[in-house]
C-alpha cells in the first residue's frame, strides 16, 4: 500500500505560479508511474501529467503543456508538479496518483492504483 499526500495548492491570481508536492509513505515509489489529475466541479476527472519510474519520460495533457512540469525524486520518495502561467480554467482539485507495477503509459484513471486526497487550486481572473 501506497498512502499519497498532496500539499501546496491555494488561491493564486492569473498567470502566477504554485508547485505542488506529493507525498508518499507505506512503500517507495522507485517502481510506480506517477501521474497528476485533477477534476473541477461538475467535470469528470482529467489527465494533467505523469511520469516514469526513473523520471527519464514525462507525459503532459495538450492543455496544460509547456506550463506544468512534473518531476520526482525517489529518494524523497516525492513528486511535484510546477504550475506556472496559471489560468482560471486550471481551477480544479489535484490528485497525485500512483500506478503500481506493471506500468502502464496510458492517462486513464483507472490505470492508476493508489490517490491521494486532492488539493484545491483555484486561480482567480
Known amino acids: 500500500q501506497v498512502q499519497l499526500v498532496e500539499s501546496g495548492g491555494g488561491l493564486v491570481q492569473a498567470g502566477g505560479s504554485l508547485r505542488l508536492s506529493c507525498a508518499a509513505s507505506?512503500?517507495?515509489?522507485?517502481?510506480?508511474?506517477m501521474g497528476w489529475f485533477r477534476q473541477a466541479p461538475g467535470k469528470e476527472r482529467e489527465f494533467v501529467a505523469s511520469?516514469?519510474?526513473?523520471?527519464?519520460?514525462?507525459y503532459y495533457a495538450d492543455s496544460i503543456k509547456g506550463r506544468f512540469t512534473v518531476s520526482r525524486d525517489n529518494a524523497k520518495n516525492t513528486v511535484w508538479l510546477q504550475m506556472n502561467s496559471l489560468k482560471p480554467e486550471d481551477t480544479a482539485v489535484y490528485y497525485c496518483?500512483?500506478?503500481?507495477?506493471?506500468?502502464?503509459?496510458?492517462?486513464?484513471?483507472?490505470?492508476?492504483?493508489?490517490w491521494g486526497q486532492g488539493t484545491q487550486v483555484t486561480v482567480s481572473s
Open positions: 511520469i516514469t519510474l526513473n523520471g527519464v519520460s514525462t
Open positions: 507505506g512503500r517507495t515509489i522507485n517502481y510506480y508511474r
Open positions: 496518483a500512483a500506478d503500481a507495477p506493471p506500468v502502464s503509459l496510458t492517462g486513464d484513471p483507472r490505470s492508476f492504483d493508489y
